[in-house]
T-cell receptor
């Protein structure tokens, strides 16, 4: 079967750095997405990786290793507004998105 | 950001009621999706429409009935639901289904079935 694993919940301190990991086992691979979802709001697109390596976008970076079936989302200089759930999703060989259950990130002052 | 809108935002219904959820996208996309999001579970894809044609039905019970009159509008008709159908129902759109395109989501309808 297809599976996406990410931690259920993480806690970090304002101003610090946090890394949210995602491992996947899917039928084929056509890219990996990270979305941010604040409570009661729409998931919003953060990043897309299809090749190995690090993609940097401001305070957020996303890394992919296809050989290891692994990705992480790195958030720097954490702000209180970064408290949200972070969803990892992989597009499989049929171009369907397979979703993880999300990681709830709690930022403390 | 009002690219994808959904109404109503909240809905409470009894098991014998009939209601409809509405989704509208203003992004010029050709694919629209319904997802179910339950607490601490992955998003579950329910239906996919590509250029107004249904291309995916992930074994969804017939008490959920989608309708896509044009590429900008998507409905989910609900009847005789069960309490376990209580969840957040998310609509999304993308340029086209079955491609590398990013999906953009609406804020969802929080549904409670009593």
């Amino acid at each position: 079967g297809q599976n996406i694993d990410q931690p259920t919940e993480m806690t970090a301190t304002e101003g610090a750095i946090v890394q949210i990991n995602c491992t996947y086992q899917t039928s084929g691979f056509n890219g990996l997405f990270w979305y941010q979802q604040h409570a009661g709001e729409a998931p919003t697109f953060l990043s897309y990786n299809v090749l190995d390596g690090l993609e940097e976008k401001g305070r957020f970076s996303s890394f992919l290793s296809r050989s290891k079936g692994y990705s992480y989302l790195l958030l720097k200089e954490l702000q209180m507004k970064d408290s949200a759930s972070y969803l990892c999703a992989v597009r499989d060989s049929n171009y369907q998105l397979i979703w993880g259950a999300g990681t709830k990130l709690i930022i403390k002052p | 950001e009002t690219g994808v809108t959904q109404t109503p935002r909240h809905l409470v219904m009894g098991m014998t009621n009939k209601k409809s959820l509405k989704c509208e996208q203003h992004l010029g996309h050709n694919a629209m999706y319904w997802y179910k999001q339950s607490a601490k579970k992955p998003l579950e894809l329910m239906f996919v429409y590509n250029f107004k044609e249904q291309t995916e039905n992930n074994s969804v019970p017939s008490r959920f009935s989608p309708e896509c009159p044009n590429s900008s509008h998507l409905f989910l008709h609900l009847h005789t639901l069960q309490p376990e159908d209580s969840a957040l129902y998310l609509c999304a759109s993308s340029q086209a289904a079955g491609t590398q395109e990013t999906q953009y989501f609406g804020p969802g309808t929080r549904l409670l079935v009593l």
